[in-house]
């Protein structure tokens, strides 16, 4: 523009960092901000709040809250729009209580908020699992003579799920058609999770059902809600139902569907149902996360299945899924209680080189499997690592180790059991090895 002998004014830069806003580029909105004095251009509200928008935009809540401080020394009043966007900065950094405190100096700044600068404070509320400052907000709103709308319904009906407020979800819902709003599919799916959440299963499936009436198709979050619903109910057979009308309805499960029906058989100690639909996940073209396997792993280490177990910790980086602690307590668990101690120290020796870190759960899991099978030694040992591996020991392994020495004859006090009393097979040949993991 200066080659073209323009000269660039207020409404040109506002234009240029509004641009850098919708990009996502906020450094680069704060530099042509910054630059204005120097072009001995004035920012307006218009400008100010661009750059404040983009800082939310870009997670930058305390230089939103920056900008919006120099405002009155720059001598521009905030109006709606600022302080929708600072409070909005406030709701994406996890900052509910600064949320609050803008929406409070509103009307000391003769400025009336509007329905995105509530919804953004009902949002913040919402991340911050403060469901009844939400709905205290809601409630406000028709004093301010502001409507709420769809997204206003849904960030109050999304605090109420998270904190677990059922029955405050669906009064919400059952209000909406009252004013005039429509629940979506982000409503529902809410409403189902708080259900899921509240154990009201049966109340989850009434609300599945009603979606096509309310003319809502549900996708894939909608459907997942409902399967942990029927997961905690431990309804395996509906879970399954519920699985097999995804494709019916042209909705592909994904990862979160399957795990949740992993679980619910699991639950229910369907290890085959679980592993059945391990193996069918990759037909459909479903990756099996963490979750999915632990699921399983933990159906098969309650039904005794310790081959399986071993079989798919084994295939996990085959994958390229990484097992963590869930998965190691399981599989040392199911070792415990096939009387496979040497697996099970096995196992407890391979947990470092993953980084996973061993806790008191492991080490008495591993502890109890020693008792099983007759190693008061290996028992009292493992006892005594503890304290060097940091971890405290607890009554459930001092249990399994004194067990192990009541089983042998021994007495533990009677001996320096602290000091390592041989060396642990931690590594067994291959024989061990069920022929499936070898």
């Known amino acids: 523009m200066p080659e073209a002998t323009v000269v660039p004014n207020e409404i040109t830069y506002s234009a240029a960092i509004s641009a850098c806003e919708k990009g996502?580029?906020?450094?680069?909105?704060?530099?042509?901000?910054?630059?204005m004095p120097e072009a001995r251009v004035v920012p307006d509200q218009i400008t100010?709040?661009?750059?404040?928008?983009?800082?939310?935009?870009?997670c930058q809540w305390q230089l939103a809250l920056h900008l919006l401080c120099l405002m009155p020394e720059a001598r521009v009043a905030p109006n709606e729009i600022t302080y929708s966007a600072a409070i909005s900065a406030c709701e994406k950094g996890g900052q509910w209580q600064l949320a609050l405190h803008l929406l409070s100096l509103m009307p000391g700044a003769r400025v009336v908020p509007n329905e995105i600068t509530y919804n953004a404070a009902i949002s913040a509320c919402s991340k911050g699992g403060q469901w009844q400052l939400a709905l205290t907000l809601l409630s406000l709103m028709p004093e301010s003579r502001v409507v709420p709308d769809k997204i206003t319904y849904n960030a109050?009906?999304?605090a109420c799920e998270k904190g677990g407020q059922w029955q405050q979800t669906l009064n919400l819902l059952s209000l909406m058609p009252e004013a005039s709003v429509a629940p979506d599919k982000m409503t529902y799916s809410a409403a189902i999770s708080a259900c899921e959440k509240g154990g009201q299963w049966q109340l989850a499936l009434n609300l599945l059902s009603l979606m096509p009436e309310a003319r809502v198709v549900p996708d894939e979050i909608t459907y997942s809600a409902a399967i942990s619903a029927l997961e905690k109910g431990q309804h395996w057979?509906?879970?399954?139902?519920?699985?097999?009308?995804?494709?019916?309805?042209?909705v592909a499960p994904n990862e979160i569907?399957?795990?949740?029906?992993?679980?619910?058989?699991?639950?229910?100690?369907?290890?085959?149902?679980?592993?059945?639909?391990?193996?069918?996940?990759?037909?459909?073209?479903?990756?099996?996360?963490?979750?999915t396997y632990n699921a399983a792993i933990s159906a098969c280490e309650k039904g005794g299945q310790w081959q399986l177990v071993l079989e798919l910790l084994c295939l996990m980086p085959e994958v390229s899924v990484v097992p963590d602690q869930i998965t190691y307590s399981a599989a040392i668990g199911v070792c415990s209680k096939g009387g496979q101690w040497q697996l099970a120290l096995h196992l407890l020796s391979l947990m470092p080189e993953l980084t996973v870190v061993p806790d008191e759960v492991f080490y008495s899991a591993a502890i109890s499997a020693c008792s099983k099978g007759g190693q008061w030694q290996l028992a009292l040992h493992l006892l005594g690592l503890m304290p060097e591996a940091r971890v405290a020991p607890n009554e459930i392994a001092y249990s399994a180790a004194i067990s192990a020495c009541e089983k042998c004859g021994q007495l533990p006090m009677s001996m320096n059991w602290k000091q390592p009393v041989l060396r642990l097979?931690?590594?067994?040949?291959v024989a061990f090895l069920p022929r499936t993991v070898q």
Do not use: D, F, H, T
Not at 425 to 429: A, E, I, K, Y
């Open 156 to 158: 109050a009906i999304s």
């Open 48 to 58: 100010y709040s661009a750059a404040i928008s983009a800082c939310e935009k870009g």
């Open 257 to 291: 569907a399957y795990s949740a029906a992993i679980s619910a058989c699991e639950k229910c100690g369907q290890w085959q149902m679980a592993l059945n639909l391990l193996s069918r996940m990759p037909e459909e073209r479903v990756v099996p996360n963490a979750i």
């Open 24 to 35: 996502g580029q906020w450094q680069l909105a704060l530099n042509l901000l910054c630059l």
């Open 237 to 250: 057979q509906l879970a399954l139902r519920v699985l097999s009308l995804m494709p019916e309805a042209r």
């Open 425 to 429: 097979p931690l590594r067994p040949p």
